[in-house]
């Protein structure tokens, strides 16, 4: 069974958030989680793609803390314990959307004594997918999601200033390298009004390809310093009104180069739009 988190922080909702009412992560929190041992939450489903791509991933990437796998119910039993953090895949809704729509987020979660898990303290979280999307169209980004949670970690001890600000802004300034980078998208990334090569170069000016899955896996996987790639979170035909999340990720730094979000409608579909590509491009 999936954690269900209810976020009424927009601001920084993927990134730190806070998955309590009022809280924001603090330096001491950061620092103390440096003492903890990880607990990676395993999904209940064993055929899971998620479970099979998380202990390849954190045997390859992690290195911040001592690690270990466990089950939904050792994680009810573990998480009020803040000698433990948690690296768990959640159900997010937004209080402040009226949608209902509902989100896999991937978190870093504190242990804390006496806390619901709704308000354990949040380090960062990662939208992975609309609910009802399998998990196989993100499962084969995890490599990136695990590396930027464990970048952003450090982001947060090194430059604690950063914890209260706008942290959309700090990692959208990287927008400005994406003139030497070649962005790697799929079709289903893009809005059907701008789903072709053609379309998007006559709007973003920099190099850019279309390709498969496999070769978005293949630039990750050899750590291309060249390429930055797309993750989309969208309904996918599942919800008509739902966020879209669009961000831009290095394959060989895990840096996030662009994030935003906007709600599915018919004006603006699911799926990179027109004027991402613009902001994209307007550095």
């Not at 209080?95 to 979660?109: G, H, I, V």
């Not at 380090?123 to 590396?147: G, T």
């Not at 498969?212 to 797309?230: G, L, S």
Request: a positive charge; glycine letters at 2%; proline letters at 4%.
């Amino acid at each position: 069974m999936k954690r269900k988190i209810s976020l009424v922080l927009v601001l920084l909702a993927a990134i730190g958030a806070s998955q309590a009412k009022d809280h924001l992560p603090t330096k001491a929190e950061y620092d103390a989680f440096l003492k903890t041992k990880t607990l990676v939450v395993m999904d209940s489903n064993p055929m899971s793609d998620f479970n099979f791509k998380i202990k390849e991933v954190m045997k390859n990437v992690w290195t911040l803390t001592e690690y270990d796998f466990i089950s939904d119910s050792e994680f009810e039993d573990k998480q009020n314990d803040p000698s433990y953090s948690f690296l768990v895949s959640t159900v997010v809704t937004f209080d402040a959307d009226k949608t209902k729509a509902r989100y896999n987020f991937l978190s870093l979660l504190m242990g804390e004594s006496e806390k619901k898990v709704k308000d354990l303290p949040d380090l960062c979280s990662i939208p992975l997918s609309y609910l009802r999307v399998e998990d196989d169209s993100y499962a084969y980004k995890m490599d990136a999601f695990v590396r930027f949670i464990q970048d952003h970690v450090k982001l947060m001890i090194d430059q604690p200033e950063l914890i209260k600000a706008n942290v959309f802004k700090y990692y959208n300034k990287n927008t400005k390298s994406l003139k030497n980078k070649t962005l790697l998208l799929t079709k289903e990334d893009l809005a059907k009004t701008i789903n072709t090569q053609s379309k998007v170069q006559n709007i973003y000016p920099y190099d850019i390809k279309i390709v498969t899955q496999e070769e978005v896996t293949a630039a990750i996987e050899r750590k291309d310093e060249n390429v930055v790639f797309v993750h989309k979170v969208g309904p996918q035909g599942t919800k008509y009104k739902a966020r879209c999340y669009k961000i831009l990720i290095g394959a060989a730094d895990s840096r996030f180069y662009y994030f935003d979000y906007h709600m599915v409608s018919k004006k603006n579909p699911d799926g990179l739009l027109p004027k991402d590509l613009k902001r994209m491009s307007s550095n």
